[in-house]
Protein backbone atom coordinates (compact mmCIF):
# COMPACT_ATOMS: atom_id res chain seq x y z
CA UNK A 1 0.00 0.00 0.00
CA UNK A 2 1.09 3.82 -0.62
CA UNK A 3 1.08 4.36 2.97
CA UNK A 4 3.40 1.70 3.84
CA UNK A 5 5.71 2.16 1.22
CA UNK A 6 5.87 5.97 2.25
CA UNK A 7 6.00 4.49 6.12
CA UNK A 8 9.55 2.60 4.79
CA UNK A 9 10.86 5.57 2.94
CA UNK A 10 10.18 8.04 6.07
CA UNK A 11 11.63 4.92 8.53
CA UNK A 12 14.86 4.54 6.40
CA UNK A 13 15.25 8.51 6.34
CA UNK A 14 14.91 8.64 9.84
CA UNK A 15 17.41 5.94 10.51
CA UNK A 16 20.08 7.92 8.49
CA UNK A 17 19.83 10.84 9.87
CA UNK A 18 19.11 9.41 13.33
CA UNK A 19 23.13 9.92 14.80
CA UNK A 20 23.95 12.87 12.78
CA UNK A 21 23.76 16.42 14.96
CA UNK A 22 26.24 19.43 14.01
CA UNK A 23 27.32 17.55 11.01
CA UNK A 24 29.05 19.88 8.50
CA UNK A 25 26.89 21.90 5.73
CA UNK A 26 28.22 19.63 3.01
CA UNK A 27 27.38 16.53 4.80
CA UNK A 28 23.52 17.90 5.97
CA UNK A 29 23.44 18.74 1.86
CA UNK A 30 24.38 15.12 1.04
CA UNK A 31 22.06 14.07 3.68
CA UNK A 32 19.25 15.83 2.69
CA UNK A 33 19.84 14.99 -0.91
CA UNK A 34 19.89 11.72 -0.49
CA UNK A 35 16.89 11.16 1.56
CA UNK A 36 13.92 13.61 -0.55
CA UNK A 37 12.00 10.77 -1.82
CA UNK A 38 8.87 12.79 -2.79
CA UNK A 39 7.74 12.71 -6.10
CA UNK A 40 8.32 16.94 -7.36
CA UNK A 41 11.81 18.66 -6.54
CA UNK A 42 11.62 19.00 -2.97
CA UNK A 43 12.72 22.39 -1.43
CA UNK A 44 15.67 22.83 0.86
CA UNK A 45 14.60 24.69 3.57
CA UNK A 46 16.99 26.27 6.37
CA UNK A 47 15.77 27.38 9.77
CA UNK A 48 17.77 29.31 12.48
CA UNK A 49 16.83 29.63 15.82
CA UNK A 50 18.17 33.35 16.97
CA UNK A 51 18.34 34.18 20.51
CA UNK A 52 16.05 36.98 20.12
CA UNK A 53 12.58 37.79 21.46
CA UNK A 54 11.37 39.54 18.25
CA UNK A 55 8.50 41.06 20.23
CA UNK A 56 11.12 43.51 21.02
CA UNK A 57 11.48 45.77 18.48
CA UNK A 58 15.64 46.30 19.09
CA UNK A 59 15.78 42.19 18.90
CA UNK A 60 13.90 42.21 15.50
CA UNK A 61 15.46 40.26 12.54
CA UNK A 62 14.76 40.76 9.14
CA UNK A 63 16.47 41.70 6.22
CA UNK A 64 17.01 40.24 2.40
CA UNK A 65 19.43 38.33 0.77
CA UNK A 66 20.36 37.00 -2.75
CA UNK A 67 20.90 33.70 -2.89
CA UNK A 68 24.39 33.19 -5.59
CA UNK A 69 22.28 30.32 -6.94
CA UNK A 70 18.90 31.36 -7.04
CA UNK A 71 16.06 29.59 -5.57
CA UNK A 72 14.64 27.54 -7.94
CA UNK A 73 11.19 28.78 -7.44
CA UNK A 74 9.10 30.33 -9.46
CA UNK A 75 8.19 33.37 -7.77
CA UNK A 76 5.12 35.42 -8.49
CA UNK A 77 5.61 38.89 -7.94
CA UNK A 78 2.66 41.40 -7.76
CA UNK A 79 3.20 45.61 -8.09
CA UNK A 80 0.92 48.28 -6.57
CA UNK A 81 2.02 50.78 -9.45
CA UNK A 82 0.21 52.79 -11.49
CA UNK A 83 0.92 54.53 -14.91
CA UNK A 84 4.54 54.21 -16.40
CA UNK A 85 5.77 52.61 -13.75
CA UNK A 86 2.70 49.93 -14.23
CA UNK A 87 3.97 49.36 -17.55
CA UNK A 88 7.50 49.42 -16.42
CA UNK A 89 6.83 46.79 -13.92
CA UNK A 90 5.06 44.81 -16.59
CA UNK A 91 8.08 45.13 -18.70
CA UNK A 92 10.33 43.58 -16.23
CA UNK A 93 8.17 40.33 -15.63
CA UNK A 94 5.41 40.89 -12.89
CA UNK A 95 3.24 38.77 -12.70
CA UNK A 96 0.14 40.96 -11.71
CA UNK A 97 0.21 44.69 -11.66
CA UNK A 98 -2.81 46.88 -9.76
CA UNK A 99 -3.78 49.98 -7.57
CA UNK A 100 -7.30 49.88 -6.30
CA UNK A 101 -8.46 46.68 -8.10
CA UNK A 102 -5.61 44.75 -7.03
CA UNK A 103 -6.19 46.13 -3.45
CA UNK A 104 -9.83 44.84 -3.83
CA UNK A 105 -8.74 41.72 -5.31
CA UNK A 106 -6.81 41.02 -2.52
CA UNK A 107 -9.75 42.11 0.40
CA UNK A 108 -11.67 40.03 -1.27
CA UNK A 109 -8.96 36.85 -0.54
CA UNK A 110 -7.72 36.26 -3.52
CA UNK A 111 -3.57 36.13 -2.97
CA UNK A 112 -1.93 34.93 -6.33
CA UNK A 113 1.70 35.98 -5.45
CA UNK A 114 4.88 35.61 -3.19
CA UNK A 115 5.92 38.99 -2.99
CA UNK A 116 4.55 42.51 -3.03
CA UNK A 117 6.56 45.46 -4.52
CA UNK A 118 4.77 49.16 -4.12
CA UNK A 119 5.92 52.89 -5.40
CA UNK A 120 5.54 55.05 -2.13
CA UNK A 121 2.64 57.20 -3.43
CA UNK A 122 0.57 53.12 -3.13
CA UNK A 123 1.40 53.01 0.19
CA UNK A 124 -2.01 54.49 1.95
CA UNK A 125 -4.02 52.14 -0.81
CA UNK A 126 -1.45 49.52 0.31
CA UNK A 127 -1.54 50.43 4.19
CA UNK A 128 -5.33 49.28 3.79
CA UNK A 129 -3.83 45.96 3.82
CA UNK A 130 -1.83 45.85 6.66
CA UNK A 131 -3.85 42.67 8.36
CA UNK A 132 -4.01 40.63 5.69
CA UNK A 133 -0.39 40.97 4.17
CA UNK A 134 1.44 41.56 7.38
CA UNK A 135 0.77 38.33 8.91
CA UNK A 136 1.71 36.58 5.32
CA UNK A 137 5.32 38.48 5.58
CA UNK A 138 4.27 39.93 2.35
CA UNK A 139 3.67 43.98 3.16
CA UNK A 140 6.00 45.86 0.90
CA UNK A 141 8.63 47.33 3.41
CA UNK A 142 11.08 50.10 2.65
CA UNK A 143 14.13 48.29 4.53
CA UNK A 144 14.13 45.31 2.15
CA UNK A 145 13.87 47.29 -0.98
CA UNK A 146 9.73 46.70 -1.60
CA UNK A 147 8.57 49.95 -1.22
CA UNK A 148 11.00 51.44 -4.49
CA UNK A 149 10.31 53.72 -7.66
CA UNK A 150 12.61 51.46 -9.01
CA UNK A 151 9.93 48.90 -9.54
CA UNK A 152 12.18 47.40 -12.68
CA UNK A 153 14.68 46.52 -10.43
CA UNK A 154 13.17 45.25 -7.15
CA UNK A 155 10.67 42.61 -9.79
CA UNK A 156 13.68 41.40 -11.35
CA UNK A 157 15.17 40.64 -7.84
CA UNK A 158 12.02 38.65 -6.70
CA UNK A 159 12.19 36.58 -9.59
CA UNK A 160 16.24 36.44 -9.89
CA UNK A 161 16.14 34.56 -6.40
CA UNK A 162 16.31 36.94 -3.48
CA UNK A 163 14.73 36.08 -0.16
CA UNK A 164 13.49 37.75 2.00
CA UNK A 165 13.54 36.88 6.11
CA UNK A 166 11.83 37.75 8.87
CA UNK A 167 12.04 36.26 12.80
CA UNK A 168 9.12 34.58 14.07
CA UNK A 169 7.95 34.78 17.65
CA UNK A 170 10.41 32.00 18.74
CA UNK A 171 12.93 33.95 17.20
CA UNK A 172 13.07 31.34 14.56
CA UNK A 173 14.09 32.32 10.86
CA UNK A 174 12.91 30.09 7.82
CA UNK A 175 13.70 30.02 4.08
CA UNK A 176 13.95 28.05 1.11
CA UNK A 177 17.92 27.73 0.18
CA UNK A 178 17.05 25.97 -2.91
CA UNK A 179 15.83 23.06 -4.64
CA UNK A 180 16.88 18.85 -3.84
CA UNK A 181 18.26 18.81 -7.47
CA UNK A 182 20.36 21.21 -7.09
CA UNK A 183 24.24 20.29 -6.90
CA UNK A 184 25.61 20.08 -3.95
CA UNK A 185 28.08 23.17 -4.15
CA UNK A 186 25.12 25.18 -5.15
CA UNK A 187 23.15 24.63 -2.22
CA UNK A 188 26.11 24.75 -0.15
CA UNK A 189 27.15 28.22 -1.31
CA UNK A 190 23.18 29.50 -0.99
CA UNK A 191 23.08 28.31 3.02
CA UNK A 192 26.14 30.05 3.87
CA UNK A 193 25.04 33.31 2.03
CA UNK A 194 21.77 32.97 3.82
CA UNK A 195 23.38 32.03 7.13
CA UNK A 196 25.64 35.02 6.22
CA UNK A 197 23.12 37.33 5.38
CA UNK A 198 20.97 36.60 8.98
CA UNK A 199 24.52 37.21 11.27
CA UNK A 200 24.93 40.52 10.05
CA UNK A 201 21.22 41.32 10.63
CA UNK A 202 21.93 40.96 14.49
CA UNK A 203 19.85 43.49 16.24
CA UNK A 204 21.09 46.14 18.85
CA UNK A 205 19.29 43.98 21.47
CA UNK A 206 20.33 40.27 21.22
CA UNK A 207 22.07 39.23 24.11
CA UNK A 208 23.67 36.21 24.54
CA UNK A 209 24.26 33.99 22.16
CA UNK A 210 23.16 35.09 18.88
CA UNK A 211 22.78 31.75 16.78
CA UNK A 212 21.57 29.23 18.64
CA UNK A 213 20.84 26.82 15.75
CA UNK A 214 20.66 25.68 12.35
CA UNK A 215 19.02 22.87 10.95
CA UNK A 216 18.68 21.62 7.37
CA UNK A 217 15.48 19.71 5.78
CA UNK A 218 14.00 18.96 2.68
CA UNK A 219 10.12 19.91 2.19
CA UNK A 220 8.96 16.36 3.28
CA UNK A 221 12.10 15.03 5.42
CA UNK A 222 13.09 15.03 8.76
CA UNK A 223 15.54 17.60 9.74
CA UNK A 224 19.56 17.65 10.74
CA UNK A 225 20.98 20.18 12.55
CA UNK A 226 24.28 21.94 11.02
CA UNK A 227 27.74 23.06 12.85
CA UNK A 228 26.92 26.82 13.46
CA UNK A 229 30.92 27.25 12.69
CA UNK A 230 30.68 25.39 9.63
CA UNK A 231 27.74 27.89 8.27
CA UNK A 232 29.03 30.61 8.95
CA UNK A 233 32.32 29.84 7.05
CA UNK A 234 34.39 30.22 10.54
Request: glycine share 10%; charged share 25%; with cysteine.
Amino acid sequence: SKMAKLGKRTRAAREAFADKHNVTVEEAVALVKSNASAKFDETVEIAVNLGVDPRHADQMVRGVVGLPNGTGKDVRVAVFARGPKADEAKAAGADIVGAEDLMETIQGGTIEFDRCIATPDMMPIVGRLGKVLGPRNLMPNPKVGTVTMDVAEAVKAAKGGQVQFRAEKAGVVHAGVGKVSFNADQLAENIRAFVDAVSKAKPTGAKGAYMKRVSLSSTMGPGVSVSIDSATGN
